[in-house]
C-alpha cells in the first residue's frame, strides 16, 4: 500500500465548475501538506501549503485537510480552461525535510 | 524571489558522457533536493542536502552524484548513464525543518534528459 493515494483522474470538467481533488494517507505522522500544479514538461508550483487541521483559503483555491481521516481536498472554484494540469498532492513529516507525493490527478477543464 | 533556478533546461548525452545540472536559489533556504520524474508519474525523491550536508540518499545508482558547494548551489554529476535515465530532473529548496512549520518547497522547472 502507498503512503499517499491519489486518484490519477483523468477529470474533466466544463469551465466554471467546481474542481474537487483529494489524497488519503496512511501514516499520521504526516503534518505538512502542500498542493502543487504541474503543467506538462513544467516543474510543479506551489499552490497551497498547510500544516493544520481546517479550511485555508486563497482566491480560487481551497485546501481542506482532515488529520483524523487522513485525508486531504483541494478545491478549485470557478475553474478555467488554464486550470488544465496534473495536480499533485505532497506531503512531509514532523522531521526529514522529504515531501511524499500522491500519484497526481490530471484534470481537464473543457471551455 | 520564489524562484529555483535549473540550468540546462534540455540535454541529450550519450551513455560515455559526463555532464553536470546545475541548480541555484536565493530564498536563504537551507535545504535542497533533486528529484526524478518520469512522464505522467510523481517526482522520486533522489537526494536531499541540509546545511550543505547530504542528508538523505533514496539508494541512488552511484552514476549519479550529487555536489552542494555551498547554501545556493546544488549540483548532479552524470556519468555513464543509461537510457532508462532519460527523465526530468528537478531541484527543489526549502527551509530546513529546524525553522519549523512555516515551510514549503519550491521547484524548479527541471532539465529534460535524454540519454542516447
Known amino acids: 500500500q502507498k503512503e499517499v493515494e491519489q486518484d490519477p483522474g483523468p477529470l474533466s470538467v466544463p469551465e466554471g465548475a467546481i474542481v474537487s481533488l483529494n489524497c488519503t494517507y496512511s501514516?499520521?505522522?504526516?503534518?505538512?501538506f502542500m498542493w502543487y500544479r504541474q503543467y506538462s514538461r513544467k516543474g510543479p508550483e506551489l499552490l497551497m501549503y498547510?500544516?493544520?487541521?481546517g479550511n485555508k483559503e486563497d482566491g480560487r483555491f481551497t485546501a481542506q485537510v482532515d488529520k483524523s481521516s487522513k485525508y486531504i481536498s483541494l478545491f478549485i472554484r470557478d475553474s478555467q480552461p488554464s486550470d488544465s494540469a496534473t495536480y499533485l498532492c505532497?506531503?512531509?513529516?514532523?522531521?526529514?525535510?522529504?515531501?511524499?507525493f500522491g500519484g497526481g490527478t490530471r484534470v481537464l477543464v473543457k471551455p | 524571489d520564489t524562484e529555483v533556478t535549473q540550468t540546462p533546461k534540455h540535454l541529450v548525452m550519450g551513455m560515455t558522457n559526463k555532464k553536470s545540472l546545475k541548480c541555484e536559489q536565493h530564498?536563504?533556504?537551507?535545504?535542497m533536493y533533486w528529484y526524478k520524474q518520469k512522464a505522467k508519474k510523481p517526482p522520486e525523491l533522489m537526494f536531499v542536502?541540509?546545511?550543505?550536508?547530504?542528508?538523505i540518499n533514496e539508494s541512488v545508482p552511484s552514476r549519479f552524484s550529487p555536489e552542494c558547494p555551498n547554501s545556493s548551489l546544488l549540483n548532479l554529476h552524470l556519468h555513464a548513464l543509461q537510457p532508462e535515465d532519460s527523465a526530468l530532473y528537478l531541484c527543489?529548496?526549502?527551509?530546513?525543518?529546524?525553522?519549523?512549520?512555516?515551510?514549503?518547497?519550491?521547484f524548479g522547472q527541471g532539465t529534460r534528459l535524454t540519454v542516447v
Open positions: 498547510t500544516y493544520s487541521s
Open positions: 501514516n499520521s505522522a504526516f503534518q505538512y
Open positions: 530564498m536563504g533556504h537551507r535545504a
Open positions: 542536502y541540509s546545511y550543505e550536508k547530504l542528508s
Open positions: 527543489a529548496s526549502n527551509y530546513a525543518r529546524d525553522r519549523g512549520p512555516n515551510t514549503e518547497a519550491f
Open positions: 505532497a506531503m512531509e513529516k514532523a522531521a526529514g525535510n522529504k515531501l511524499t
